[in-house]
């Protein structure tokens, strides 16, 4: 569990003028919030996680500045011998500022990872994996559900 507190002068953020959006200087943004966060070993090979956010986010006003208030997520995640499987859920309740909001939304994204050798791995990724519709910014849809097939190498 973390408890925090942000406080930040000329942070940069987006207002949305005539379909458009710009930035503009916050003179003392406000960031408190929780995280609370658990993870149990299920099996030798099996573990989950379950969390949750609280973000509360003002400016110089007392204006809230629309990020989600409230954010859940759970995940699975297996690795046994090279093959790792991930899989994890994440919700975010409605954003956004008066008259320009985004509904909440319920995101699953998966990943699978085959070790050749530890500096070598085959990788396929899918995010939004049942190719929700959403915005996490007014008037900008996410992307629809996006494959990743990839070699990582380290150097």
Do not use: C
């Not at 942000?6 to 942070?11: E, P, S, T, V, Y």
């Amino acid at each position: 569990m973390s408890i925090f507190k942000r406080n930040l002068n000329n942070a940069i953020d987006w207002k949305y003028i005539s379909g458009e959006y710009h930035p503009y200087n916050i003179d003392n943004y406000r960031a408190t919030g929780v995280n609370v966060s658990l993870t149990s070993k299920l099996t030798s090979t099996a573990a989950s996680e379950v969390g949750y956010t609280y973000l509360d986010s003002h400016d110089q006003n007392n204006k809230g500045l629309g990020d989600p208030r409230h954010s859940f997520h759970l995940g699975i995640n297996v690795h046994d011998g090279k093959l790792s499987q991930t899989i994890n859920a994440i919700y975010q309740a409605e954003s956004g500022s008066p008259g320009k909001y985004v509904d909440g939304r319920f995101i699953v994204n998966t990943n699978t990872n085959y070790s050749f050798t530890s500096d070598t791995s085959l990788f396929l990724t899918i995010n939004n994996l049942f190719d929700k519709a959403y915005q996490s910014v007014y008037d900008f849809p996410a992307n629809g559900r996006t494959v990743l097939l990839g070699i990582k190498q380290a150097l």
